[in-house]
């Protein structure tokens, strides 16, 4: 397969309600779309960076130029040296540009997308899925009180939601978990600290145990692993890592110190979907369960983590939420929740693409690149 020219579009897609968590507060999201054209097929590709460096190093505007200053020439180099082009050596040509995995994960989802297409094979297919459907949770940020949170908390589970996962940081923890506990009873319910914490604030966190939590999400730094390790003998709910694992070796190595009992896994913080499934299979090598995370994804991304979120070691429900939750109209057709549940798209590649007319009104800025 060879690439003939490559699409790099900006899109800017209001979300439903604004979205807090300790990194900061969104209203819309800036969305990095990766198009590849080759003479079988058309690929789909979504960067998952944010419009600022606060989630991670990786924001929209460095992970579009990192493609069309670093990443697109190697592959054009490549494939003037006659290489044909597939997904899996994609990493492989990218290895020399260090970092930037978010940039590397959209260009390999691009072109993974074109190939499947290209064969008639899925993406749930391909990545070794074994459900036709995967069983959703959904993320609720940080409100304004705890009666908002309450009545937020209330809707997702009239939706029809399997799990909630409560953003929490220092001030916001113990109380509006304990709300939701005595509110809602048993209800599967996980925190998510997104590196909010420090190691001396054991002694606070541990205090949750009393509701019995799925787990509590990266409370440290992404660095700290050791500082995990540390924290998750002086808790009782399960320390689950998410920034802190940045491939399968980082997973690894982040199981065998016993920092984590839990391993959430987003493809674009790994550097794409065929990484994200070797760690996938590390983590079920060694027992430890694993989950999907989210990044307020459109359709495209959806498709591609609900399809991923398939894999067997996938037990616990992930932030694979329908397109509602999060947008009012989806550039693809939407995502829709049914029995607590998405389905695994089953056509060709991505099994959705981009609605032409709604992605014309969102569409900020686009810029072609003939390989």
């Known amino acids: 397969m060879r690439l003939e020219r490559v699409e790099l579009r900006r899109l800017r897609l209001p979300l439903v309600s604004p979205f807090r968590t300790s990194f900061g507060t969104s209203t819309a999201r800036d969305v990095l779309l990766v198009r590849v054209d080759t003479a079988d097929a058309t690929g789909w590709g979504e960067c998952v960076a944010d419009a600022e460096p606060s989630y991670s190093a990786e924001y929209a505007d460095g992970a579009q130029q990192v493609l069309r200053d670093h990443l697109l020439p190697r592959v054009a180099a490549a494939q003037h040296d006659g290489a044909e082009l597939t997904a899996a050596r994609i990493g492989p040509l990218l290895a020399g540009v260090k970092g930037h995995p978010m940039a590397k994960g959209a260009l390999e989802m691009a072109v993974l997308d074109a190939e499947l297409r290209a064969s008639g094979l899925s993406f749930g297919g391909y990545l070794g899925a074994v459900a036709g459907r995967v069983p959703a949770g959904v993320s609720v940020g940080i409100h304004p009180t705890i009666a908002e949170l309450l009545d937020a908390v209330d809707g997702y589970l009239a939706d029809g939601y399997l799990r909630i996962k409560l953003k929490i940081e220092p001030g916001w923890d113990v109380e509006p978990v304990?709300?939701?506990?005595?509110?809602?009873?048993?209800?599967?319910?996980?925190?998510?600290?997104?590196?909010?914490?420090?190691?001396?604030?054991?002694?606070?966190?541990?205090?949750?145990?009393?509701?019995?939590?799925?787990?509590?999400?990266?409370?440290?730094?992404?660095?700290?692993?050791?500082?995990?390790?540390?924290?998750?003998?002086?808790?009782?709910?399960?320390?689950?890592?998410?920034?802190?694992?940045?491939?399968?070796?980082?997973?690894?190595?982040?199981?065998?110190?016993?920092?984590?009992?839990?391993?959430?896994?987003?493809?674009?913080?790994?550097?794409?979907?065929?990484?994200?499934?070797?760690?996938?299979?590390?983590?079920?090598?060694?027992?430890?369960?694993?989950?999907?995370?989210?990044?307020?994804?459109?359709?495209?991304?959806?498709?591609?983590?609900?399809?991923?979120?398939?894999?067997?070691?996938?037990?616990?429900?992930?932030?694979?939420?329908?397109?509602?939750?999060?947008?009012?109209?989806?550039?693809?057709?939407?995502?829709?929740?049914?029995?607590?549940?998405?389905?695994v798209p089953s056509g060709p590649g991505l099994g959705r693409e981009p609605l032409p007319d709604v992605l014309a009104e969102v569409t900020t800025s686009m810029e072609e690149i003939s390989l």
């Open 178 to 343: 304990r709300a939701v506990r005595e509110r809602f009873g048993d209800v599967l319910l996980q925190v998510d600290a997104n590196t909010a914490y420090r190691l001396s604030d054991a002694r606070h966190l541990a205090r949750l145990d009393a509701f019995e939590l799925l787990l509590i999400e990266q409370p440290l730094a992404e660095d700290d692993v050791r500082g995990h390790a540390e924290l998750a003998r002086q808790l009782r709910t399960p320390i689950c890592l998410d920034e802190s694992i940045t491939s399968a070796r980082a997973a690894a190595d982040a199981i065998a110190l016993g920092a984590c009992s839990v391993v959430n896994i987003k493809a674009g913080r790994v550097g794409g979907y065929l990484e994200a499934r070797r760690v996938h299979d590390v983590a079920v090598a060694h027992g430890v369960p694993v989950w999907c995370g989210g990044m307020l994804e459109t359709g495209l991304g959806r498709a591609a983590n609900v399809a991923l979120a398939a894999l067997p070691g996938f037990v616990l429900p992930g932030d694979t939420s329908a397109s509602g939750r999060y947008y009012r109209r989806d550039v693809t057709e939407p995502f829709m929740l049914a029995d607590g549940h998405l389905d």
